[in-house]
């Protein structure tokens, strides 16, 4: 996790700054202190259940006065295991610094280690990524345990695991071994985190393994344990010393659920880094390559079988829900009401981080049913008008994009006329990636609309028309349009 003022808006991030519900010490894990035997003696009488606070909730203690004990200062005795990987560990964690060339201000820091006796240091991708995409900016630097400093030079980065290997100016004790072959894990194993947390000094946590992340689309282990803004890169071990993952994010909407990103991705990054005869010039192609890669997985996972469809009122949607997009319904629905709306979301829960203001690699989409028994047909016109946002489109400027191109068309499903507008803006710096926004609202009743969208980030053009075409061909009506009062029968 690296330590960045920017702010991060996706629920996995890679990690923004703040701490997990947790009290780290520095430089050892929080372990649970043991508990001394003293003879049996009768129970004292107990306390109430509930004590009130010496302060008021989310308030600081004050300080304790001349001769007083302050006892929040107090740390957890650390486990001997935490402490016994730590003392061997030390001499091979590094902090991974982001620095301006023009003054070598701090812009971010994260962690890393050396692997093996090498001069080889892995770490994440969102650590560095300032220094691979904007290399005449950005410079790095690592410090040790010891305050020792020293250059860093970017070989080789991995982007779809937020993967990346650095070399230094110095060797690795031996210490943390990153074997050939997967590591094997059992739930509820206990694992050690360790990294420089907050940029406030090295830190081991304690934690278990829980399983994979089923929701992501690439592979991430499960750690229930802190991991904290600054630890990002450092690596996660077994009791043994040997690297089960390295530590990437945490949710911010939990308690200790962290992630690791498997060793088996550093293994092969590693081999690709030691193979090349010298690093790339310029990462940025390479990246653009890498996120090209993961689009067409991305849109043929998407496309394989034909969209799912759902009756929403009068309408036919099509949704996606897998272990990538999770999809959530919701409604205004009230008695009082002059008009009900039903709308579904899918999206994915995770996307692959670019830069501290871009992530892309992204999959959404959206209906809204309108409906209106009371409303004339002009009144409800301006409302659905009102929610049919194609002016809200690309209206921030954003230097990473072109400003969008879009065109409207009136189209005609297998049951259904459509208005539809289709959005594109390329990418700047990867040629060949761009986003695609499609919104589509039904054109046949005059008391119900139906206003669909999906967003695609980081896809090839031939790609965002496959899917764009694929969402609108599938909107459709459910059931025959009524005919107007006092119509023949049939008639529209």
């Not at 200790?256 to 010298?278: C, D, G, I, M, N």
Request: proline share 8%; charged share 15%; hydrophobic share 40%.
């Amino acid at each position: 996790m690296r330590f960045s003022s920017a702010a991060r808006i996706l629920l996995i991030v890679a990690l923004a700054a703040g701490a997990a519900g947790a009290t780290l010490s520095i430089a050892v894990a929080a372990g649970k202190a043991g508990k001394a035997t003293s003879p049996r003696a009768v129970p004292a009488p107990q306390p109430p259940l509930v004590v009130p606070p010496a302060t008021p909730p989310a308030t600081t203690p004050p300080a304790p006065g001349p001769g007083e004990t302050d006892e929040t200062a107090a740390l957890p005795t650390p486990s001997g295991a935490a402490q016994t990987l730590y003392s061997a560990a030390r001499a091979d964690l590094l902090q991974i610094r982001m620095l301006l060339r023009s003054g070598r201000s701090q812009s971010s820091v994260g962690s890393g280690f050396l692997v093996g006796t090498g001069n080889l240091v892995l770490t994440n991708y969102h650590v560095v990524s300032q220094m691979a995409l904007d290399p005449d900016v950005y410079v790095g630097e690592y410090v040790d345990t010891d305050g020792k400093s020293g250059p860093v030079e970017l070989l080789a980065v991995d982007v779809l695991h937020d993967l990346a290997v650095v070399r230094v100016d110095r060797n690795g004790s031996g210490f943390f071994h990153v074997p050939d072959t997967p590591v094997r894990l059992v739930q509820g194993q206990y694992l050690y985190s360790l990294g420089n947390p907050l940029d406030l000094g090295f830190a081991i946590s304690e934690g278990a393994y829980n399983g994979v992340v089923t929701r992501s689309f690439y592979e991430q282990l499960i750690f229930t344990g802190p991991i904290n803004s600054g630890m990002s890169g450092g690596p996660s071990v077994t009791a043994a010393g040997v690297v089960a993952g390295v530590n990437v994010s945490k949710r911010r909407d939990g308690e200790l659920v962290s992630f690791l990103v498997p060793v088996k991705y550093a293994q092969e990054l590693l081999r690709r880094a030691q193979e090349q005869t010298h690093p790339p010039k310029n990462f940025n192609p390479l990246i653009g390559q890498q996120l090209l890669a993961h689009q067409r997985a991305l849109i043929d996972r998407l496309l394989a079988e034909p969209l799912s469809i759902r009756t929403m009122g009068p309408y036919q949607v099509p949704v996606r829900e897998s272990q990538q997009l999770r999809c959530w319904g919701r409604s205004n629905f009230r008695a009082e009401a002059e008009f009900t709306l039903d709308a579904v979301s899918c999206a994915m829960e995770a996307a692959l981080y670019v830069s501290d203001t871009q992530q892309t690699g992204l999959v959404s989409m959206t209906h809204q049913v309108l409906r209106s028994g009371s409303l004339a047909p002009l009144p409800f016109a301006v409302l659905a008008s009102s929610r049919f946002s194609v002016d809200r489109v690309g209206a921030g400027r954003d230097p990473r994009l072109t400003r969008p191109a879009c065109t409207e068309m009136f189209v005609h499903t297998a049951t259904l006329p459509v208005r539809a507008v289709t959005c594109v803006r390329a990418y700047r710096k990867f040629a060949g990636l761009y986003n695609f926004t499609l919104l589509a609202a039904s054109t046949d009743d005059a008391q119900a609309s139906l206003q669909s969208r999906i967003d695609l980030a980081g896809v090839s053009y031939d790609n965002g028309l496959r899917a764009t075409r694929a969402f609108l061909s599938a909107l459709g009506r459910s059931r025959p349009h009524p005919a107007p009062a006092g119509s023949p029968s049939g008639a529209r």
